[in-house]
């Protein structure tokens, strides 16, 4: 049976789950997943990862993901040291769909995670000196921010965070020449649609900027997002929308309209098969405490007939 790393074990402060670990000569693990993320930076050495059940060469600058499902370890190390950036992006509440127009962001964090069974682990971010110095030194802030715990050391935790996962995203997109280009011509589909929701994105469209046939794009999107692209693409519609909703001062209509559907009905549809919900519904369950405040002001309440002027006798 796998040994499965609970939160509370890792995080001091279970409301704020990321913490760093750096591991000077790392040793052999067993295999073990997690109940969060672990993104992995090797800074030296090297090793074999064992990841679902395949074996990969790992060395110095080597970055990846490890999602919380993951089964994972490592074997026959050689003087390696590796930093362990442990997280929950859900949790911490990270804004990471800034980055979702990044097509680095998407191949590291999303397409290369997917498709390591797959595919194996040759498409992995591999950093230069230079840029993984650079990595090292973004690690290093996060680190000792989280050690002093300083008045504000969560926001700047954050921030540190962010930026290196910004970063390696960046570095992931300027590496076009290594083995990981197919990875990031796929991480530019997703980032195209995340840009052009709005507009009629079709298969041909996407079959263009993947360099990819029709049936291997479908296939690599079914073993990446377990999903088609028509299917993806209305999903991102459908969560733009419920975006506009949360926020308040639009009607399910106009959300509709605002995020590539021409149709009220199917759009309501497609709602409730995304997210379980209708789009009014949503509204009501979600909408912020700000935004119900304005809608309130705004808006006569329903359960209260309207007063009548009194008529003034001449």
């Known amino acids: 049976m796998t040994n499965r790393t609970k939160s509370e074990h890792v995080f001091k402060d279970p409301a704020f789950p990321l913490t760093v670990m750096r591991l000077e000569n790392h040793g052999n693990t067993a295999v073990h997943s997690h109940e969060f993320h672990e993104l992995v930076v090797i800074l030296e050495g090297r090793g074999r990862h064992i990841a679902d059940g395949q074996e990969y060469q ?123 280009r197919p990875m990031l011509r796929m991480g530019e589909v997703l980032s195209y649609i995340e840009q052009h929701y709005r507009e009629q994105v079709t298969v041909k469209d996407l079959t263009r900027i993947a360099h990819m046939s029709e049936s291997t794009l479908m296939r690599t999107f079914r073993r990446v997002l377990g999903r088609s692209p028509v299917a993806h693409v209305i999903r991102v519609r459908v969560l733009r929308a419920a975006d506009l909703l949360q926020r308040g001062g639009v009607r399910a209509t106009e959300a509709a309209f605002e995020c590539g559907f021409n149709d009220s009905n199917y759009f309501s549809r497609q709602f409730r098969r995304v997210l379980g919900v209708s789009p009014r519904e949503y509204r009501t369950r979600y909408l912020s405490p700000g935004a119900a405040a304005r809608k309130a002001r705004k808006e006569p309440s329903m359960s209260r007939s309207p007063r009548r002027k009194k008529s003034r006798r001449t």
């Open 58 to 180: 790992i060395d110095a600058g080597d970055v990846f993901l490890i999602r919380g499902d993951m089964k994972h370890g490592y074997a026959d190390t050689d003087r390696m040291t590796l930093v362990n950036i442990l997280f929950d992006p859900r949790r911490l509440r990270l804004p990471l769909s800034y980055l979702e127009d990044l097509p680095g962001y998407q191949a590291l964090f999303r397409v290369e995670p997917g498709l390591r069974a797959h595919e194996g682990f040759r498409n992995r971010l591999r950093l230069s000196e230079e840029y993984l110095a650079e990595a090292a030194g973004m690690i290093f802030r996060l680190q000792q921010e989280l050690k002093d715990c300083k008045p504000g050391y969560r926001f700047h935790a954050c921030a540190y965070l962010m930026s290196l996962i910004g970063f390696l995203s960046r570095c992931f997109g300027h590496a076009t020449e290594h083995a990981g």
